[in-house]
C-alpha cells in the first residue's frame, strides 16, 4: 500500500518561505513521477509543480521562479521550496505519485499553507 505523508506547511508572512517534504512508503519511488498541487477554499485542485522519474521539472505559470521541485530517491522524499510567499498561494498543498493530473495515482492527506499579508 502507498502512503505518502506532507509536512512543512504553516503559517507564513508574505514574501517568507516554506519548504514542503513528502515522505512515500509502499512503492518504488524511483520510478514515478511526483507531483506537488494545492487547492484553495472554493476552487479546484490545480498543479504546481511535476518532477519525473528523470528529474525533468515543470511548474506553473503562477509560481515560477519563486517554486522549485526537487526529489531525493535515496530517501524517497520530494521537496518543494516555496520563496517569495503571497497570499494567493494560500492553500492545502498535496502531494500526488503518478502521471500529472488530478485524477488517479496516490495522493498525501495535504498541509495547509497560510499566506498573510
Known amino acids: 500500500q502507498v502512503q505518502l505523508v506532507e509536512s512543512g506547511g504553516g503559517l507564513v508572512q508574505a514574501g517568507g518561505s516554506l519548504r514542503l517534504s513528502c515522505a512515500a512508503s509502499?512503492?518504488?519511488?524511483?520510478?514515478?513521477?511526483m507531483g506537488w498541487y494545492r487547492q484553495a477554499p472554493g476552487k479546484q485542485r490545480e498543479l504546481v509543480a511535476h518532477?519525473?522519474?528523470?528529474?525533468?521539472?515543470s511548474y506553473a505559470d503562477s509560481v515560477k521562479g519563486r517554486f522549485t521541485i526537487s526529489r531525493e530517491n535515496n530517501k524517497r522524499t520530494a521537496y518543494l521550496q516555496m520563496n517569495s510567499l503571497k497570499p494567493k498561494d494560500t492553500a492545502v498543498y498535496y502531494c500526488k505519485v503518478g502521471s500529472v493530473g488530478t485524477r488517479g495515482g496516490y495522493w498525501g492527506q495535504g498541509t495547509q499553507v497560510t499566506v498573510s499579508t
Open positions: 509502499g512503492t518504488i519511488f524511483s520510478v514515478y513521477d
Open positions: 518532477i519525473t522519474s528523470g528529474y525533468r521539472t
